[in-house]
């Protein structure tokens, strides 16, 4: 993966959560709390997962086990 792709990743990444959100709200308001609740959940447990493994990711890379290659370099 290069640092194009992990930025495209974490744009996607907190899309996704703050997607939740979106869904979450606007759903309340039709068809309740509970169903909205539903709907929320994958769009939040996909985008917090992602972020979760772009940071441990990120991590490896400061540590230099896992190196994230530089397209200039």
Request: hydrophobic share 55%.
């Given at each position: 993966?290069?640092?194009?792709?992990?930025?495209?990743?974490?744009?996607i990444?907190?899309?996704?959560?703050?997607?939740?959100?979106?869904?979450?709200?606007?759903?309340?308001?039709?068809?309740?709390?509970?169903?909205?609740?539903?709907?929320?959940?994958?769009?939040?447990v996909?985008?917090?997962?992602?972020?979760?493994?772009?940071?441990?990711?990120?991590?490896?890379?400061?540590?230099?086990v896992?190196?994230?290659?530089?397209?200039?370099?």
């Open positions: 993966m290069d640092r194009s792709g992990f930025v495209k990743l974490a744009i990444a907190f899309g996704l959560v703050t997607l939740s959100f979106f869904v979450r709200g606007t759903s309340r308001l039709v068809l309740g709390a509970e169903i909205a609740a539903l709907l929320q959940a994958p769009f939040a996909v985008g917090f997962g992602l972020l979760c493994y772009l940071f441990v990711r990120a991590t490896l890379d400061v540590v230099g896992w190196n994230v290659e530089d397209p200039d370099a």
